[in-house]
């Protein structure tokens, strides 16, 4: 199982049931680089807060107050406040967010460290002894 993933989807919630609003996709795009769909119908990218602290990603949003009063017949569409908390793994950076078509789209990409990137040792055929040349010091 792919542990960038497995962070990334589990979302931050103490005792009480995960929420379901709104729903979301984590799809793997590259080798190294992920997407998060959320979908936002409703809100205006003015509404939509997407921020990064303390390891997590935090995506809100707050509609706007509505200035004119309507009568609905049927509401299906929910534009309710909401918080939605991912954590990130190690390495994983937000590269962006777009909004399109009633759903933001946040890029990230996993950039491990040079230093804790694999690398391939390579192995001599022959043991390769230290040679000494010159005489030792004496000390008197």
Same mark, same amino acid.
């Given at each position: ?18 929420p ?38 935090? +995506?809100?949003?707050?509609?706007? !107050?509505?200035?004119?009063? &309507?009568?609905?017949?049927? @509401?299906?569409? /929910? =534009? ?28 990230? +990409?996993?950039?491990?460290?040079? !230093?804790?990137?694999?690398? &391939?040792?390579?192995?001599? @055929?022959?043991a /390769? =002894? ?11």
């Amino acid at each position: 199982f792919d542990r960038i993933a497995d962070l990334m989807d589990r979302v931050l919630t103490t005792d009480v049931a995960q929420p379901t609003y709104p729903p979301y996709n984590i799809e793997k795009t590259a080798e190294d680089a992920y997407r998060i769909s959320i979908a936002v119908a409703g809100f205006t990218p003015d509404e939509l807060s997407v921020e990064v602290k303390d390891g997590s990603l935090f +995506v809100t949003a707050r509609k706007a !107050a509505n200035e004119t009063e &309507r009568s609905y017949l049927h @509401r299906g569409i /929910a =534009t309710r406040a909401f918080e939605r908390r991912f954590a990130l793994a190690d390495h994983v950076r937000v590269a962006g967010a777009v909004h399109e078509h009633g759903m933001l789209h946040i890029d990230l +990409v996993r950039e491990v460290p040079e !230093a804790m990137k694999p690398r &391939r040792i390579e192995i001599s @055929r022959t043991a /390769a =002894t230290p040679v000494l040349e010159g005489k030792a010091e004496t000390v008197n």
